[in-house]
Structures are given as structure tokens and as C-alpha cells.
């Protein structure tokens, strides 16, 4: 018999969703039933609903089509949520399939009865399904929710009585996300501005591919602009054959040092920029007064913005630019004990051509974001877009599933990889090819610099206590090989190069602990 659940999974496979990321329940078990049952789509199980979400975007950050996750009531998607907001953040297509209790149940207010629409409703698109005959329809609809332009979180909420009652037909559509292209006077209001001198251009979402690179580097020669890359773009192409810019400052004074000069700025997929934070007696947009700010192709409107760079390169008359040869990374081990430098070098040096590197490094990943990445073989960059610590893992798991042909990086710092610890079980059952290095410097340090930022120069016991994580320290070697994944701790140079040179001539996901002194 087809049921509701059965006409959910086959519209969603048709429509191009071919995996799923699950945590399920008693509430989701005729959806069970149906991927059991549905030749074609790979169920991975997380054991925790952060780790189903965060993998569902790094699939979808690496292939452009969605990932489902299939979650078990408001608690299961509550558990899930931080990731959730990393993935709506970045723009990233996810479907989730959330189970609730039967229509007629919901009124004796059970123990896990939640208001799940209010969950859902924070981090993008939702929709309560009424009956088991509409969910072929509404199974493609949060496809193409998902899919927009721009990406975005899709979620259904879905009673378990309509899973499990009689269903529709499948339907067989397949929605194709199509990026529209700017308009023309966008182009000549941009070109306008640069020409006048002291302009700017920040990049984000798909200007930061190969083709966007080029074309911004193009408009820079054109008209002597800054150029800038936002601070945690959801998806960057990196390495030495591309022109190199700096990213946006994570730090306000430094972001607002670094435009001070700047009296008009160019938006090409990224938003006007803003502080992470609020402190006392500094603002909180980073532009000067006064400056000008102008939309190329807005980060929310599903432009194209490699496409619009291009074009205003075009608009400009700006020659192509031929690239000049960069220094190829090189690391001769000293057998020092490892620094944040020294790591990020080794690894610019030993980074295999097309890795994807998930950047989940804080402090650390600042270093290699600033100074080594851009001297590395070609490869991806997937950032911490929206700020939610504990993505790390969970999108290098999703990231080695989608490109099975590529070495993935996990560049991760120890504190927030202990939110989602759990990847690591999830790797080891699939054989991801997933290299871990995790920057032990056994503390948070990014809580310390700010405590240091307020003027706390010497931290009384209980503040201490809150930045440390020692006492006991953590055995990250011991905790990999409990969820099956070998591991090793270094100390040194040559002992990291050595580790890191072993997992990359190896299958399946192994884990480095760099201890960082």
C-alpha cells in the first residue's frame, strides 16, 4: 500500500534529494518504513540530531541540491537547531522532515508535545502537513523551498497518522535552482562608484568561486578598489592559482581600520557589514559614516554574483588578468613543538590538491585563514557562517559523502568539537575519508582574548575556570577510538607533518591531535 510517508520519500528522491541525514523516533517510523523501501536514497544515522543538520549542509555546500534530515519531534529538532541556523546563515538548500504526534492526539498534550512550528519558524521555511493526500505535493514544495534562489532550511512538520494513512501518487518533478542575473543599472551604479576612487567590493556567496575571483580582481586592476572576502563565507575556492584577498577582520577595530578609507562599497553576495558583537563606545556597522553602500548582487536576492562581477568587469573595459606565479608552500620540520603558525604552515605545504577544508579552527583558523591558505594546491574552504560553534564535524562528514572523490579536512578547534563529538561514529560507519586535526591548545582561547578585550588582564579563578578545559584534559585519542576512528597525538613538527602525510595516503576518516603550546 502507499502511504503518506512512502509519497513524501519518492517526490523528495525525484525531486534530487538523495540522502538522508536521520535521528528518528516512534513518531517517524512509517517514514522509516519508506527509506527502508526507496531504492536510491542513502539513510545515514547521526547519533545526535546536530550532527544529522550539520552534515545535511555540508552536502548541500558541496553539491548544490539539498540534503533531508529526518528528526523526531520539537526536542529531536531543537537539538539540531545551531546547525540549522549555520546552514540558514550560509544559504544552504536543507529539508527537514520533523515527525509529530497524530492530528487526533495532539490535543491530550503528551510529554514531547511541543510547539515545533515556532523551532522551524526561526530558521526559515515551514509548513504543518494537514493529510496524508497532500503529501506529495508538499514534499515538492519544500524542495523547492530549499532550492529558492537562495538556498534556504525547509521544513515539514509532519503528524505521524498522515505518514502512515494511504498517500498520493509520487510526483515526478525535478526543480532546478536558477540564480537571476543583476540588473544592468546595478552594474552601471557599481561601475559609477568605483570609477570615482577609494571604493571597495566584499565578496560572498558565489563570487567567491574561481570564475568571481578572477572577475573581482579584474574590477580591482580596473580601478584601484579594495577588495575584501566576508569574514565567514558559506563556500570559498582557495589556493595559489587564484588572486589572493583578504578576508574581512573578525575583530571590529581592526575591520573598521581596514575600510576607514573606503567611501563607497560594493556588495557582490554579501551583506553590509556588521560586527559580530557589540561592545561599549564602538559601532556597530563596520563602513565609515557617510560611505556609500551599493547592492551588486545582494546576498538574500538569489543573484548571480560571479555572473554580476563579471559584467561589471565588462562595464569597466577591464583586461583579463593574468596571474602572477605564487611561492608554493614548502614546511621543513624542525622538530620544535607546534605552534598555531607552524601547524597552518604544514599544512598550506601538505594539503592534497581539491581537499575540501571545513575551517571549525577559531583562533588557529584565523592564523591559516590570514596567511597560509593562499599558498596551498587548489582546494575548497567551508566556513562557520553563521557562528554556531560544533558545525565542524558534522559538515566534513556531509562534505566527504557528497565528494567521495576528494580528501576532506576537518581543521578543528578542540572546544567546539566537543559539541558534535559524535561525527566522528558516523564517519568511521561510513568510511569518510575525513582527516581530523584537532588544535588542542586545551582551552577556549577565543574566550580568554575577550577577556582581555574587556580589560581583564589577569582573570580571577572562577574566569579562569570558565576558558580552561583542563583538569581533567582531554583525551581526544582515546574519545576517536571509541567511536572507531584511529587517532594520534603530536607534539612537534615533524611528528604533525608525519601524522598528517599517514592519513592522506590512507581510506576512511582518521583523527590528529595537535597539541598546540
Known amino acids: 500500500m502507499k502511504t ?18 536521520a535521528n528518528a523516533g516512534t513518531t517517524e517510523m512509517p517514514i522509516v518504513v519508506a527509506l527502508d523501501r526507496a531504492p536510491g536514497m542513502r539513510v545515514v544515522l547521526g547519533l545526535f540530531e546536530g550532527v544529522c543538520t550539520g552534515a545535511a549542509d555540508g552536502w548541500a555546500r558541496m553539491t548544490g541540491r539539498p540534503a533531508a534530515t529526518l528528526l523526531h519531534l520539537g526536542p529531536g529538532l531543537a537539538n539540531g537547531i545551531a546547525n540549522l541556523h549555520n546552514a540558514r546563515r ?48 508538499a514534499s515538492l514544495a519544500a524542495v523547492e523551498a530549499a532550492l529558492g534562489p537562495p538556498g534556504r532550511v525547509a521544513s515539514l512538520i509532519i503528524p505521524v497518522d498522515c505518514q502512515w494513512e ?39 556567496g558565489n563570487a567567491l568561486t574561481e ?71 564602538q559601532p556597530s556597522r563596520l563602513l565609515p559614516d557617510g560611505a556609500a553602500l551599493h547592492t551588486l548582487a545582494g546576498a538574500e536576492e538569489g543573484v548571480d554574483a560571479a555572473l554580476a562581477l563579471e559584467a561589471l568587469a565588462q562595464e569597466l573595459d577591464a583586461p583579463a ?31 592534497p590538491e581539491n581537499a575540501i577544508v571545513v575551517n571549525e579552527a577559531a583562533t588557529t583558523g584565523l592564523t591559516w585563514n590570514a596567511v597560509h591558505s593562499s599558498n596551498a594546491a587548489p582546494h575548497t574552504m567551508l566556513f562557520i557562517t553563521g557562528g554556531a560553534i560544533g558545525q565542524g564535524l558534522p559538515n566534513a562528514l556531509g562534505a566527504a559523502l557528497a565528494c567521495p572523490d576528494r580528501r576532506v579536512i576537518a581543521f578543528q578547534a578542540d572546544g567546539s568539537g566537543l559539541y558534535t563529538l559524535q561525527a566522528l561514529w558516523s564517519m568511521a560507519r561510513e568510511n569518510a575519508d575525513v582527516t581530523v586535526v584537532v588544535c588542542a591548545n586545551r582551552c577556549y582561547r577565543i574566550l580568554q582574548v575577550e577577556l582581555q578585550r574587556s580589560g581583564i588582564a589577569e582573570p580571577g579563578p572562577k574566569a579562569q575556570a570558565l576558558t580552561d578545559l583542563t583538569r581533567p584534559v582531554i583525551d581526544w585519542v582515546a574519545l576517536a577510538k571509541g567511536f572507531g576512528v584511529p587517532g594520534c597525538s603530536v607534539h612537534t613538527e615533524d611528528e604533525f607533518a608525519g601524522a598528517l602525510l599517514r592519513t592522506f595516503s590512507q581510506s576512511g576518516p582518521s583523527l590528529i591531535e595537535a597539541v598546540i603550546g
Open 4 to 21: 503518506g510517508a512512502s509519497s513524501l520519500v519518492q517526490t523528495a528522491l525525484n525531486a534530487g534529494v538523495e540522502i538522508c541525514f
Open 90 to 137: 550560509a544559504r544552504t538548500p536543507v529539508v527537514n522532515w520533523v515527525g509529530d504526534h497524530a492530528t487526533r492526539h495532539l490535543a491530550f498534550d503528551a510529554p514531547l508535545t511541543s510547539d515545533i512550528a515556532a523551532l522551524t519558524g526561526s530558521v526559515g521555511w515551514t509548513r504543518t502537513v494537514k493529510s496524508a493526500g497532500e503529501m506529495a505535493e
Open 166 to 204: 494511504p498517500g498520493p501518487e509520487p510526483l515526478s518533478v525535478t526543480p532546478k535552482p536558477a540564480l537571476r542575473e543583476t540588473r544592468s543599472p546595478a552594474i552601471r551604479e557599481a561601475a559609477s562608484l568605483l570609477r570615482k576612487g577609494r571604493g571597495g567590493l566584499l565578496l560572498g
Open 211 to 281: 570564475t568571481g575571483l578572477r572577475a573581482a580582481a579584474r574590477v580591482a586592476a580596473a580601478t584601484a578598489c579594495g577588495v575584501w572576502i566576508e569574514t565567514f563565507p558559506s563556500r570559498q575556492e582557495c589556493g595559489r592559482h587564484l588572486p589572493l584577498f583578504p578576508a574581512l577582520p573578525y575583530f571590529p577595530e581592526q575591520a573598521i581600520e581596514a575600510l576607514a578609507n573606503v567611501a563607497s562599497l560594493v556588495l557582490a553576495g554579501a551583506r553590509d557589514p556588521v560586527a559580530f558583537f557589540a561592545y561599549p563606545d
Open 321 to 351: 588578468i593574468v596571474m602572477p606565479p605564487r611561492t608554493i608552500a614548502t614546511f621543513q620540520p624542525s622538530g620544535l613543538p607546534l605552534t598555531p603558525d607552524s601547524l597552518c604552515r604544514a599544512m598550506a605545504a601538505l594539503t
